[in-house]
């Protein structure tokens, strides 16, 4: 269920998007972009687990804001951190934060290097990444900003089995274990992404 407050600021979000002239999504995909990747979105916000207040959530490669800025105002109980490489998508992300009266953090810098900055690794609960890279990547790049249980949500295309198979070494290697595919059907949430799901487990002496 979305509220009026919550839609009010999702409608000026997307139309944010649309205007900006920093080609933060195709032109295709501004054609749906309420359907596609704002609605997407906010599934993947209720997918999530119940949080307590200030449970600390990193979206990386946050883009033009999906699924971050969404999930910050689906779930505002959560703290939300956003991270993007590219200046200007780092301005218009600090810009909506601002005018939604979000109280999101966003960060400018690669998640790579990032992750061995010790104010950032191994510091968040939750961590999301929507089409970002292929998961022998993507697990580098996510899963040393989880906490010990810890838990990644990977928003993923239809080579996700392929990808897992190519990162089974890289999973063990860091620590991560699988504990959800898109073949686990989620009944509260059947709107729910393709989304692969890898928890934290303390890595071995």
């Known amino acids: 269920m ?10 000026r979000f997307a139309d944010a998007v649309r205007a900006s002239p920093h080609n933060l999504v195709s032109p ?4 749906v972009l309420w359907e ?18 200030g449970t600390r959530l990193l979206d990386v490669g946050s883009g033009g804001g999906f699924p971050g800025i969404v999930i910050a105002v689906m779930r505002p109980e959560l703290a939300v951190t956003l991270l993007e490489s590219r200046q200007k998508k780092v301005d218009f992300l600090r810009g909506t934060a601002d005018d939604l009266a979000l109280s999101t953090v966003v960060l400018h810098g690669r998640a790579e290097q990032l992750a061995r900055d010790d104010d950032h690794r191994g510091r968040y609960d939750l961590v999301t990444a929507r089409a970002v890279a292929p998961m022998t990547r993507l697990i580098p790049w996510t899963l040393p900003f989880l906490v010990t249980g810890g838990l990644l949500y990977a928003v993923k295309g239809q080579r996700w089995r392929e990808e897992l198979e190519e990162a089974a070494v890289t999973l063990r290697r860091y620590g991560g274990r699988v504990v959800l595919t898109p073949d686990d059907p989620v009944p509260a949430v059947p709107d729910a992404p393709r989304t692969v799901i890898v928890t934290q487990d303390p890595l071995p002496a």
């Open 2 to 11: 979305i509220s009026a407050e919550q839609q009010q600021r999702l409608q």
């Open 28 to 31: 295709g995909a501004r054609e």
């Open 36 to 53: 596609r990747h704002v609605l997407e979105s906010v599934a993947l916000s209720r997918l999530l687990p119940a949080a307590e207040p």
